[in-house]
């Protein structure tokens, strides 16, 4: 590999994306009124975003919702309103990747 001194920045600039991300699904649930302690946010949440990476539809629609509907009942919103916040989340994304 010639360019290692890039791969730390790359790390860091991942690390700063995913934060936002996970932060991005938290400021959704507090939208949607569901308060999730900070241990689902970091624990729970990241399984929830890690499941849109499967290839079997657009953007995670779907997939991501079902995993919300799973997953976080657990830490104490229901499941409407987990996929409340998992639908807010994507309509999110869409927005922000509109202007791009």
């Given at each position: 590999m010639r360019a290692r001194h890039v791969l730390p920045t790359q790390v860091a600039l991942g690390f700063l994306v995913s934060l936002c991300n996970i932060s991005?699904?938290?400021?959704c649930a507090m939208?949607?009124?569901?308060?999730l302690?900070?241990?689902a946010v970091l624990v729970l949440v990241p399984l929830i975003l890690f499941?849109?990476?499967v290839p079997l539809t657009i953007s995670g629609w779907g997939v991501r919702e079902s995993a919300a509907a799973a997953l976080l009942p657990t830490a104490g919103p229901s499941v409407l309103e987990s996929i409340?916040?998992?639908v807010l989340f994507g309509i999110?994304?869409?927005l922000t990747s509109f202007p791009g």
């Open positions: 991005a699904f938290a400021a939208t949607v009124g569901v308060s302690p900070i241990l499941s849109m990476l409340a916040v998992s999110a994304i869409i």
